[in-house]
């Protein structure tokens, strides 16, 4: 329990990271409202003028064309939570945040520890990581079309470690397409997790290891007492931006299965587009849009709470 | 930050290391083997020699362009405000800018489609750059705030008792210590604008416009689905990105290191 206590000790005595400076330079120091606008004039003008914008449309029974749509108020909202295919995605993404979130964790934390460790040929190994997020869904989707055909190479690979029975066309059917697109989304983004983690670890204290180490600590110990605690903010920050992510999923199960087999890959985003741009329900797309942004305020403003006193994202 | 004593322990850990990279490997390798696959380099001859793809390259690298400096320059001075500056209420200017991360780009595309039919920029490189640096900027300012506020404030104080101006200490100060933190800007913005898909497949409509994360889409049709000139148009597609990661791996590291989120 030793460790516990020292990481804890040792967290507390950081400086939290001064906002600005004490009181007395704040003072002192020159007005900045305008060094800001121009930022919030591209962003927070451009997408809350979209939002305002998509909050009327939401009202309408549009087509996107018709110059005088017909206001229906809320009806658009009442046909949304009577539609089995808005409930089913809303399933899709809170199976999809789980497990994606789960595992790119897990694998991040382990890659950083590792690859923290003296590993020869550390660089390597990173950017083999990394380089997944790098590369565009529009690049790697056609890959994954063809590693998971009937004919393709992850059927290949069972074969060869005797696993043939196992082979089976995984995007042509229900039961596997959404865990294909999941494996697909901890391959691209596990880079992303990795690297905020290997940042975070670098400024752990080293003293704090050497401490629980002369401690009589093993690595397992240190893992889970000091190094755990010591990035638990990048995992609170992760955590936040995965569930947003996962409300936002669009380039992947759009560009490799379109959204199905019988919508068994369908989100929120992929039936916002589906309902907007080939069927034209404007109206009822902008209504799934504000749901789909009022759902992404609240996971971030839970997990933000649910972080304690420790601020999340500074 | 494991401790390994002995050689084998070593040995292991290089071995453990290897097999979990290889599934990130793996596919990476499908898709430069199936690229060669069929009639080899011919593939990549085949894609190249395709009318207009140099043109969708060329848009693609302005986007991308645009992106970046519109993106640096607004969150450079968005930083330095945030982060050293004096602004009445401005946790609430901040929090404003972060909830536009929780916004996905299918929400903006109604609106503004009709916005830029109206103000003409539809089908111009405007109607994508803006959006896609607007979805850009509030996280590239909350990696370069945390990064600013890292600056100690005596060298801010410093440069003002020695009468300099406050864009002096953003030119002499912001500007070269943020270097690090900029190249991991650098790269995210790179990746959203570079990859971005679904504002092109809808703001840009004629030939001419079109980005290259719409090539292997376009290839599905063009050769009736053949996958070998469609992994060897990926493959085409992910060079330069790659190219430019590797080329600013170390300061993006140090970047995210040193600021990030913590």
């Known amino acids: ?314 | 930050m494991f401790e390994i004593r002995t050689r084998w322990g070593r040995i292991l850990l290089q071995v453990v290391v290897t097999l979990l990279v290889l599934p990130f490997l793996f596919p990476l390798v499908a898709m430069v083997q199936g690229s060669l696959a069929g009639d080899g380099w011919a593939n990549y001859e085949a894609v190249l020699a395709v009318p207009g793809l140099w043109r969708f390259f060329l848009n693609t690298v302005v986007i991308a362009a645009g992106v970046i400096v519109l993106v640096y320059i607004v969150t450079m001075l968005a930083a330095y405000g945030f982060g050293k500056l004096r602004i009445r209420g401005r946790e609430v200017y901040f929090w404003m800018l972060l909830v536009c991360l929780t916004l996905p780009e299918v929400v903006l595309l109604t609106p503004l489609f009709t916005t830029a039919q109206a103000f003409g920029f539809f089908d111009t490189y405007w109607a994508v750059i803006l959006p896609i640096a607007a979805l850009q900027v509030p996280f590239a300012v909350l990696l370069a705030r945390n990064f600013v506020q890292g600056i100690p404030d005596e060298l801010f104080e410093a440069a003002r008792v020695d009468g300099g101006s406050v864009i002096n200490g953003f030119r002499h100060l912001v500007i070269p210590l943020t270097r690090p933190i900029a190249a991991a800007i650098l790269i995210f913005t790179l990746i959203g604008a570079w990859n971005n898909y679904l504002f092109p497949l809808v703001f840009l409509q004629s030939p001419e416009m079109q980005t290259i994360t719409l090539v292997p889409q376009f290839f599905v049709g063009q050769f009736s689905n053949d996958q070998t000139k469609i992994l060897a148009s990926a493959v085409i597609i992910a060079i330069p990105e790659v190219v430019a990661y590797l080329c600013l791996q170390r300061y993006f590291e140090r970047g995210l290191a040193a600021g990030a989120i913590k």
Not at chain 1, 4 to 22: D, F, N, Q, W
Not at chain 1, 202 to 212: P, R
Not at chain 1, 213 to 237: C, K, S
């Open chain 1, 1 to 314: 329990m030793a460790g516990t206590s020292i990481a804890e000790r040792g967290l507390r005595e950081k400086p939290a990271p001064a906002a600005g400076g004490g009181r007395r330079s704040r003072r002192l120091q020159p007005q900045g409202l305008h060094w800001i606008l121009p930022a919030l004039v591209l962003s927070v003008g451009l997408i809350y003028y979209c939002i305002w914008y998509t909050a009327v449309i939401s009202t309408w029974d549009w087509d996107g064309i018709d110059p005088n749509p017909e206001r229906v108020g809320a009806e658009n909202y009442i046909r949304i939570a009577q539609d089995p295919i808005f409930w089913k995605t809303i399933q899709h993404t809170i199976v999809f945040f789980v497990v994606t979130f789960v595992l790119q964790t897990a694998l991040g934390l382990i890659f950083a520890v590792l690859l923290h460790s003296k590993v020869k040929l550390a660089v390597v190994y990173k950017v083999i990581i990394f380089i997944p997020v790098v590369l565009a869904p529009a690049i790697t989707a056609p890959v994954f079309r063809q590693i998971y055909a009937p004919d393709g190479q992850f059927n290949s690979v069972l074969e060869f470690f005797g696993l043939g029975f196992l082979a089976q066309p995984w995007l042509g059917q229900e039961s596997t397409a959404l865990a294909v697109i999941m494996a697909v989304t901890v391959w691209q983004w596990t880079g992303l997790t990795f690297v905020l983690y290997f940042a975070a670890m670098g400024q752990i204290d080293q003293s704090l290891l050497e401490a629980a180490r002369i401690d009589g600590a093993g690595n397992f110990r240190t893992l889970i007492h000091i190094i755990w605690p010591g990035v638990r903010g990048t995992t609170l920050a992760l955590a936040i931006l995965s569930a947003i992510g996962a409300l936002k999923t669009f380039d992947l199960p759009y560009l490799i299965t379109v959204g199905g087999p019988n919508y068994a890959t369908e989100f929120l985003g992929t039936y916002i587009y589906r309902k907007t741009i080939p069927q034209s329900h404007v109206g009822y797309g902008a209504a799934l849009s504000i749901i789909l942004l009022v759902l992404a305020l609240v996971m971030a403003l839970i997990l933000q709470v649910r972080g304690g006193e420790k601020r999340v994202v500074r």
